[in-house]
């Protein structure tokens, strides 16, 4: 069966990266993306981007241009997100979603990762 | 603010059906499909429907959806206690080349 699971919780200083990983299964991963979406504390759900598990082609939200950094790596067939210079604002649950393209539905979900930046 | 909206909350009996509206504007929904996901607190979002009224294999027969213009509704008919969740409806928008979502509806079952 299709799972995306995702790295434990990481609590980082202002200013400081923190890079998430997604080790999909059950699937060809070079057939499909990833899509990245994060929830702040009571908020809703905000997209960040995608990346090809094919050639590593991206498309990120203006929001998010500049500051994240999105991979793959086809031979342990997982994704990874980096976001840097993180502010308070940047806690949050962050999302690994499968789609076949960009504008794909994503149809299978990582568990989450609890993202916590503190001074 | 969401690009998407959606009622903060909606609530009905055990038994009952209730709906869930979505309202865009043409960059998405107007010309874009609608998918729709169940949110349990500490769990991965799940998909519910797909490409506006399609659902995914295994997932429930009490659910439906439809789309209208710039407008997209989730119905679920014979509510359950496992039916309370929060629900977020998303689409591709053309303008902003980004999923967008909405803010999401928190259902209580009586």
């Known amino acids: 069966q299709v799972q995306l699971v995702q790295s434990g919780p990481e609590v980082k200083k202002p200013g400081a990266s923190v890079k998430v990983s997604c080790k999909t299964s059950g699937y060809t991963f070079t057939k499909y993306g990833i899509s990245w979406v994060r929830q702040a504390p009571g908020q809703g759900l905000e997209w960040m981007g995608w990346?090809?598990?094919?050639?590593?082609?991206?498309n990120y939200a203006q929001t998010f241009q500049g500051r994240v950094t999105l991979t793959t790596d086809a031979s342990t067939s997982t994704g990874y997100m980096e976001l840097r210079s993180l502010r308070s604002d940047d806690t949050a649950v962050y999302y690994c979603?499968?789609?076949?393209?960009?504008?794909?539905?994503?149809?299978?979900w990582g568990q989450g990762t609890l993202v916590t930046v503190s001074s | 603010q969401s690009v998407l909206t959606q009622p903060p909350s909606v609530s009905e009996a055990p038994g009952q059906r209730v709906t869930i509206s979505c309202s865009g504007s043409?960059?998405?929904?107007?010309?874009?499909?609608v998918n729709w996901y169940q949110h349990l607190p500490g769990k991965a979002p799940k998909l519910l429907i797909y490409?506006?009224?399609l659902l995914p294999s295994g997932a429930s027969d009490r659910l439906s959806a439809s789309k209208s213009g710039t407008s997209a509704s989730l119905a679920i008919s014979g509510l359950q206690s496992e039916d309370e969740a929060d629900y977020y409806c998303a689409s591709w928008d053309d303008s902003l080349n980004a999923w967008v979502f909405g803010g999401g509806t928190r259902l209580t079952v009586l």
């Open positions: 043409s960059s998405n929904i107007g010309n874009n499909a």
């Open positions: 490409f506006d009224d």
């Open positions: 979603a499968r789609g076949r393209a960009v504008a794909s539905t994503f149809d299978y």
């Open positions: 990346t090809s598990g094919y050639n590593g082609n991206t």
